[in-house]
């Protein structure tokens, strides 16, 4: 009788136990739900991007034409920093800054070159356009205005609303892929349907070191130098000197939207937006 009290009172125990332990499961099955829910559905405090897939049968080549509409499907949100580790897919724009108008005839246009600082992790000391990667719920314009701004300055940004003009230099964005390779705080993969922007501003200019002598322009602490060239200089420096810039994959992007505002030159259109 004893020895049957005994085996019971084990078997309730046993079972109290199990029960806690498959409450504890279903408590934390719930909470990692809620929050990976939360993760994709709502918004972070730090600033992340929309992540897609391109869709079935279609396999996105580097520098084509991509539809955005069409080619992707959105699949949640990360820090730029997991998209980049992961190679996810995002967007972002590359901006092409025009010193005057396109197809002015009273002076050439130049456009605007910046240097990274030595010290970056990616690409340090080397020249390139102004690039900015799009966050959460952030249209193409709403991107390239604030790559006006951050990179620039508030300053520049209410000049170019003033004197200048933001259009569009291709009518689709394109994909650009690029693998950085390992580095010490981790590998770097971007996957980026690019919007390509021409902006178009009237600004005054030291001729004799091509250096802007406006007060309008408050360049981000990541930039070491700027200087202005013509499209011809722009489009001979990318050949003679190959290792002033990244990664010949970035050249080719530049190549890109060189000769499109040179077709946009020619033409002499462009869309306003």
Same mark, same amino acid.
């Given at each position: 009788m004893i020895l049957t009290r005994r085996l019971l009172k084990r078997g309730w125990i046993s079972l109290i136990f199990l029960l806690f332990i498959g409450l504890v499961g279903v408590v934390n099955t719930i909470f990692f739900l809620h929050h990976a829910k939360k993760n994709i559905n709502e918004p972070k405090l730090v600033n992340d991007v929309e992540v897609f897939q391109s869709v079935k049968f279609f396999e996105p080549m580097h520098l084509?034409?991509?539809?955005?509409?069409?080619?992707?499907?959105?699949? /949640?949100? !990360? @820090?730029?920093?997991?998209?980049? =580790? *992961? /190679?996810?897919?995002h967007m972002g724009s590359w901006i092409h800054i025009i010193d005057s108008s396109?197809? @002015? #005839? &009273? @002076? !050439?246009?130049?456009?605007?070159?910046i240097k990274r600082k030595e010290n970056l992790v990616t690409c340090p000391g080397t020249w390139s356009l102004v /690039? %900015?990667?799009?966050? =959460?719920? !952030? @249209?193409?314009?709403? *991107?390239? =205005?604030? /790559?006006? #701004? %951050?990179?620039?300055? &508030?300053l520049f940004l209410d000049h170019v609303d003033k004197h200048g003009s933001i259009s569009k230099l291709t009518d689709l964005p394109v994909y650009f892929e690029l693998d950085y390779g390992p580095r010490k705080i981790g590998r770097r993969i971007d996957k980026q349907i690019t919007y390509l922007w021409l902006v178009e501003v009237v600004m005054e200019r030291n001729v004799s070191h091509d250096r802007v002598s406006s007060d309008s322009i408050e360049f981000d602490h990541e930039v070491a130098d700027h200087i202005w060239k013509t499209l011809d200089e722009a489009e001979k420096w990318l050949e003679a000197d190959k290792h002033a810039f990244c990664h010949d994959r970035i050249i080719d992007l530049m190549k890109l939207g060189f000769r499109q505002l040179q077709r946009k030159r020619k033409s002499k259109t462009f869309e306003i937006i």
């Open positions: 084509h034409p991509i539809d955005p509409k069409v080619h992707l499907k959105h699949v /949640g949100f !990360e @820090s730029i920093d997991v998209v980049h =580790r *992961n /190679g996810h897919l396109l197809t @002015s #005839k &009273s @002076s !050439e246009p130049k456009i605007l070159m /690039g %900015e990667h799009a966050y =959460r719920d !952030e @249209s193409p314009l709403d *991107n390239v =205005r604030r /790559g006006l #701004k %951050e990179e620039l300055g &508030s």
